[in-house]
């Protein structure tokens, strides 16, 4: 599967704050997904990664955080391995910017390299 775009939404305000790569227009229907994750402070390794599949075959999961979700697209379902690669990449993410998160300050945040598995 290639991944095509990562998103990273703010739980609270349920807002986009960073996208690398082109986002497909389903990925704003996903969106309702963000909906079904409890509030803030949860506890994001018991969260779920939601995945839903469009009618072209490309597949967009989303997987929650404590402060952040990350929608991911892909071309098609991706195998496990890239799904976890990316969750850990989101954790890794959350952990790094733990005390900018947790105070709403999105100026100082540092973002992953996103390079290795966003194609276009």
């Known amino acids: 599967a290639v991944c095509h775009a990562l998103a990273l939404y703010d739980m609270a305000k349920r807002e986009r704050f960073f996208v690398q790569g082109t986002m497909p227009p389903s990925a704003d229907e996903a969106l309702a997904l963000l909906r079904t994750f409890g509030p803030v402070g949860s506890d994001p390794s018991a969260g779920r990664i939601l ?3 469009a009618e072209d075959g490309s597949a967009l999961l989303l997987i929650p955080g404590e402060f952040t ?6 071309s098609q ?3 496990g391995w890239q799904v976890r690669a990316l969750r850990e990449v989101h954790r890794n993410f959350e952990a ?5 998160l947790a105070r709403g300050d999105r100026r100082s945040l540092i973002f992953p390299d996103l390079s290795r598995f966003i194609r276009p």
């Open 51 to 53: 995945a839903t599949q």
């Open 69 to 74: 979700a990350a929608l991911v697209a892909f």
């Open 77 to 79: 379902q991706p195998p």
């Open 96 to 100: 790094a910017n733990k005390v900018p």
